[in-house]
């Protein structure tokens, strides 16, 4: 009889093992009785560009790094845009917005909550967690003349993307 030895690779960050295992666990025989998370498997659907940065839930691959905030949620900061306002203050990609103004930031809903009540020109203080576990706050100012603020979503029942402005300069369409 061959015998094996199994070891946890990892876990998927929100779901159901994710605080009953941890990484590198391996060792005695356990019996574990664990529900299934269910994954639609469209990606992402939904997205935000917000002073020149995307803005999303966290995607599958990131989430299957294991690593979410300690605060358990957060937008997660997918791309930038060169010479944008968030290239220009410091936000990169790898992080995920926990706070905007104080203000907590758990959802896309919430987040463009918050974020649509600043005003052109006006700085925005932002509490960031970066994908290695490092937090950091740091301030930006919102340019709604050359980043207005947008929003891409995917319609699943007719397989389009829709564009929509959420905050810009004057009410133009993009």
Not at 10 to 18: D, L, V
Not at 98 to 109: A, F, I, R
Request: glycine share 10%; aromatic share 8%; with cysteine.
């Amino acid at each position: 009889m061959r015998r094996q030895v199994l070891r946890v690779k990892g876990c998927f960050a929100g779901s159901k093992t994710e605080n009953l295992l941890e990484q590198g666990d391996m060792g005695h025989e356990i019996e574990l009785l664990l529900g299934t998370d269910v994954r639609d498997g469209n990606g992402t659907t939904r997205a935000i560009n917000w002073c020149g940065g995307i803005v999303q839930d966290p995607h599958p691959a990131v989430r299957a790094l294991g690593f979410l905030p300690e605060e358990g949620h957060g937008v997660y900061v997918a791309r930038w845009c060169h010479g944008s306002s968030v290239h220009q203050y410091g936000l990169y990609a790898l992080q995920w917005i926990v706070e905007v103004n104080g203000k907590p930031t758990p959802s896309l809903d919430a987040f463009v909550d918050v974020t649509k009540t600043i005003e052109h020109g006006e700085f925005v203080r932002i509490r960031t967690v970066h994908l290695n576990g490092k937090p950091r706050v740091l301030t930006l100012k919102q340019d709604l003349h050359y980043w207005p603020t947008w929003e891409l979503r995917f319609d699943l029942e007719t397989a389009t993307w829709r564009c929509k402005t959420v905050k810009a300069l004057d009410s133009g369409v993009l």
